[in-house]
């Protein structure tokens, strides 16, 4: 790493100092202290919730800090807002994208530029849009209507807006979280370009993986504190996840342990054409009590149409699908869920929680027993769940939206297996870790194979092909709305899944 | 069927839109910005009681209509401070400005009541042009008013779409946490354009009572041209250009029972109507109930909903 030493000091493009800060009930920041040297990739890595996203905003101007102090180049400055960050050439890019879905590219990107001219000649903001997309290797063009965009777009956007700005000091929160694979190596190359024109980037993750490739150094933070900070070369996965969880972690392959019984759910030659394109072709497939099969492949094969079929929210244009022997589609979801059904979709805090109701809510509200809830009984049951999975909330009350990925993702999967009752043993979970951390990865596993080893017949549909291979005692891969594939989980040879993913089998 | 009749009834038409465009750019301007006002219909009646005893007072025309834009201005005020400021519910603001709207200028204007009017806008001879044969007088032969809202419409629509407030009031009405992290304020805009609307609805009101109507009358001035006005933005999706068309479409629809009624012809009643302005106001309604229907129409997507920054 090079040092910029200037009068004997190391010069910091910028610094936080002792930084506190806290939320109601949360001690979000605790005395951190960070530095970013001009030019280089600092990664920040905590789990959901360490205080990463915190530092960030009170770095971009967005929070002020209730102590401590931010240092521009060695200069304390005291930021009021993040118009006032830009002006000190700091910006954020948020995990949530602040984009005007019915603009164009090249709107959004100026929007806020003040200096502007009154009028504005279309063509020529699309010009400028443009070459400061090329120079950092950002293909985009500006003329789309942002609401079109992939989330890899839109984060380009976002970025474009950024340095278009005259953003020096790029700040990224969890930038990957939304990214395909291929896109997140586009968005790497982008930082490197970044960093080469002598721009300084923070990129805050969760993911171990991805940050040992892009950093120059790795800054860990847990519950508030930064637990450690390890230059490229000295930085393993290993060293990172402890001081990231302060713990082992275990994510090796997770079998079944009971013998598996009888079947629970089966799909006999399940098809769906829709539109006149044929989604679904041809799917039979079957899971007994006690096991968990797994849906492998590459996103937009068909997952969600699957997903949707089983859980009753689409009727499937041919075949059957019985549940506990019974035929269920197209009987709509209610009567699917009194077959026995749970479901965890892909989209937690959308299709799969009620956000603004509270956890102790939406435990009990897929109940259908009686016309009165009895809030005393469900309050101590809320609580005890909290307590068994670990549910990191201020309150049993608390809004489920204002949970991180990882609890909120909990909340759903105890009420789908626990709550639910006996009577539901069909389980069908989507995409079930995206987005989470190391310590909440390994959290769902476990009440996966939990519900599982009670007898649960599990369908994991998931986009993310360890997580498959980690639990699944069967495995099928989906191309194209069709099983091309179907291999025992102990069997599996890991080049031939990848080969049936990509349709080459 | 006499011929001039019908020139006349689009003449009319003409005319009367220029109420209606006046009222539903502001009613645009305001909403483009995220909020809903839906005191149209009362500051129309406060601006055209305002102009008319105003006029009697000083048969001053400027100075009344002047005076009827003030008073729009300081009912969008009130208007903007307690949804903006206070974040009180938009719909639940609007209803109450027309209720007050109503009240006072029926208690304001009863010494007038059935009173002709003072002073009177008059229409324009534009030489040659308003001579062409049914072109000129059906275009030609209103008053500067008339010309200046078109040219309006097209400063609005050019305001809107090319310029740096512009683009700012837009991104307001659909993402007004985007505009909030870019360091500008959402209350600033949308006091601005709140005020700016009830500005240009207070002139729709004053011009409507000098140049049409011709005694005040509280419960017949207006006659729910504000409602009308209102479903007119949904119309014309938002954008001013296409209310001009919206407008004289519904200044025609407006005109036309009474061009029959005075041919003898019967088909179409006045009383349907007079019903218009009721079923504008539930399309309003309908339309803008739903988030669903909000998408479809085109709406600014946070139209009515209260700005607080979320610090999430
Ligand atoms: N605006 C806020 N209000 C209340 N609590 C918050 C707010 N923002 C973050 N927190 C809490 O502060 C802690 C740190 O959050 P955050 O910085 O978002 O973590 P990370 O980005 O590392 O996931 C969490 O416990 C979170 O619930
Ligand atoms: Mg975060």
């Given at each position: 790493m090079g040092s910029h030493r200037l009068g004997g000091a190391t010069l910091f493009a910028l610094s936080a100092r002792q930084v506190t800060k806290r939320f109601p009930g949360v001690l979000a920041n605790d005395r951190v202290d960070f530095d970013l040297l001009p030019g280089e990739v600092h990664t920040l890595l905590g789990e959901n919730g360490a205080g990463k996203s915190t530092l960030a905003s009170v770095l971009c101007g967005l929070y002020k800090p209730d102590e401590g102090a931010v240092l521009r180049n060695g200069t304390q400055v005291r930021l009021t807002s993040p118009r006032h960050g830009l002006q000190n050439g700091i910006a954020m890019v948020h995990q949530h994208f602040r984009l005007v879905d019915r603009f164009t590219i090249a709107e959004n990107v100026v929007l806020g530029h003040r200096n502007l001219p009154f009028r504005l000649r279309a063509n020529d903001l699309e010009d400028q849009v443009a070459q400061v997309a090329e120079r950092f290797g950002l293909p985009l063009d500006p003329r789309v209507t942002v609401g079109e965009l992939s989330a890899g777009q839109r984060q380009r956007v976002e970025i474009v807006k950024a340095l278009y700005q005259g953003a020096e000091i790029l700040l990224l929160d969890e930038?990957?979280?939304?990214?395909?694979p291929p896109e997140v190596e586009k968005l790497f190359e982008t930082v490197r370009a970044m960093t080469q024109a002598g721009k300084s980037v923070v990129f805050v993750s969760h993911k171990l993986g991805e940050v040992v490739d892009i950093s120059d150094r790795v800054t860990v933070m847990r519950d508030g504190r930064v637990t450690g900070s390890v230059a490229r070369g000295e930085a393993d996965t290993r060293k990172l996840a402890e001081l990231m969880v302060g713990r082992d972690i275990d994510l090796s392959p997770r079998r079944s342990r009971v013998a598996a019984q009888e079947t629970l759910l089966q799909l006999d030659k399940v098809g769906l054409t829709k539109d006149g394109i044929e989604r679904i072709a041809n799917i039979s497939l079957s899971v007994r009590a006690g096991e968990i099969v797994g849906i492998a492949g590459v996103s937009g094969n068909g997952q969600r149409e699957l997903a949707e079929i089983v859980a009753g929210l689409q009727a499937p244009t041919s075949g059957e699908i019985l549940i506990n022997g019974a035929r269920v589609n197209g009987i709509g979801t209610r009567k699917v869920r009194e077959a026995g059904l749970a479901y965890v979709p892909e989209d937690r805090l959308g299709t799969g929680l009620a956000p603004s109701l509270s956890i102790v809510d939406n435990l009990v509200l897929t109940r259908d027993r009686g016309f009165l809830v009895d809030r005393k009984s469900a309050l101590v049951e809320a609580e005890a769940f909290i307590k068994q999975l670990e549910i990191k909330t201020p309150h049993a009350h608390t809004a489920t939206r204002k949970l991180s990925g990882g609890n909120s993702q909990k909340v759903l999967l105890a009420r789908e297996i626990f709550a639910a009752g006996d009577n539901s043993r069909v389980l069908v979970v989507c995409?079930?870790?995206?987005?989470?951390?190391v310590g909440a990865v390994e959290a769902v596993h476990k009440l996966l194979d939990e519900a599982r080893s009670s007898g649960k017949a599990v369908l994991l549909i998931s986009e993310d092909l360890d997580e498959v291979l980690t639990l699944a005692d069967k495995v099928l891969v989906l191309y194209r709305g069709s099983v091309v594939h179907e291999v025992a989980g102990h069997e599996v040879d890991v080049e031939a899944v990848g080969l049936a993913m990509a349709g080459l089998s | 069927m006499n011929s001039n009749v019908w020139i006349l009834t689009f003449a009319d038409a003409i005319s009367i839109a220029t109420t209606l465009i006046l009222a539903t750019i502001g009613a645009i301007l305001t909403e483009r910005s995220g909020v809903i006002n839906l005191g149209v219909e009362g500051i129309l009646l406060m601006g055209a009681v305002t102009a008319f005893l105003v006029g009697d007072g000083t048969h001053n025309l400027w100075l009344a209509l002047f005076m009827s834009v003030l008073v729009g201005v300081a009912m969008a005020t009130v208007h903007a401070i307690l949804t903006i400021t206070l974040r009180a519910n938009q719909i639940v603001a609007g209803l109450a400005l027309v209720i007050f709207g109503t009240g006072l200028s029926q208690y304001i204007g009863k010494p007038v009541e059935g009173k002709s009017r003072p002073v009177t806008i008059e229409p324009m001879h534009l030489g040659k042009l308003s001579d062409i044969p049914v072109v000129g007088p059906i275009l030609f032969g209103h008053d500067i008013f008339t010309y200046l809202t078109w040219a309006g419409a097209l400063v609005c629509s050019l305001y809107l779409n090319r310029t740096r407030p512009g683009l700012v009031l837009r991104a307001t009405g659909d993402a007004p946490a985007t505009v909030d992290a870019q360091g500008v304020s959402v209350a600033m805009v949308r006091f601005v354009h709140t005020i700016l609307g009830g500005a240009l609805m207070g002139l729709a009101g004053g011009w409507f009572m000098l140049a049409r109507g011709t005694a005040w009358s509280q419960a017949a001035t207006t006659n729910g041209i504000g409602w009308i006005a209102l479903s007119l933005v949904v119309f014309a999706a938002w954008r001013p250009l296409r209310a001009i068309a919206g407008a004289v479409l519904f200044g025609f629809t407006l005109q036309v029972p009474y061009t029959l009624q005075g041919q003898?012809?019967?088909?179409?009643?006045?009383e349907i109507v007079q019903m218009l302005p009721f079923v504008a106001t539930l399309f309003v309604l309908v339309a803008l109930s739903t988030p669903r229907a909000r998408k479809l129409l085109g709406?600014?997507?946070?139209?009515?909903q209260p700005f607080v920054r979320d610090e999430r």
């Open positions: 930038p990957t979280a939304l990214l395909a995409s079930p870790t995206r987005g989470l951390d | 003898q012809i019967n088909i179409l009643p006045p709406a600014p997507k946070m139209l009515g």
